[in-house]
């Protein structure tokens, strides 16, 4: 079966630190752009971080920028989101989805997506 497995996730204090993962399970991230939603309550989901299917592409929305790092490991098959620095805004529920395609950006709009992860709740107290 072809899916994303997310772990990670939790409470933590404001100021601390995260690390969510999201593993393929039944396909290779080998021509997948990955990317990470969250949202948070009463709001609609936002598109946070993404890498794309080609070496270098990276983006980061202006709330996470400097605080968030999105990585690969092609032997796990598995791409990270590390979250530092969190801030009680940061709090939401945290996805990841994947898209087979190549192209020199990735995308940050959830209607592309139709992979995605089980879902995380990242809580950061004040």
């Known amino acids: 079966e072809v899916q994303l497995v997310q772990s990670g996730g939790g409470l933590v204090q404001a100021g601390g630190s995260l690390r969510l993962s999201c593993a393929a399970s039944?396909?290779?991230?080998?021509?997948?752009?990955i990317t990470w939603f969250r949202q948070a309550p009463g709001k609609g989901r936002e598109g946070i971080s993404c890498?794309?299917?080609?070496?270098?592409?990276?983006y980061y929305a202006d709330s996470v920028k400097g605080r968030f790092t999105i990585s690969s490991d092609a032997a796990k098959n598995t791409v990270y989101l590390q979250m530092n620095s969190l801030k009680p805004e940061d709090t939401a529920v945290y996805y990841c989805?994947?898209?087979?395609?190549?192209?020199?950006?990735?995308?940050?709009?959830?209607?592309?997506?139709?992979?995605w992860g089980q879902g995380s709740q990242v809580t950061v107290s004040s």
């Open positions: 890498i794309g299917s080609s070496p270098g592409i990276l």
């Open positions: 989805a994947a898209k087979d395609y190549s192209a020199s950006y990735c995308y940050i709009e959830d209607f592309m997506f139709d992979l």
């Open positions: 039944g396909f290779t991230f080998d021509d997948y752009g």
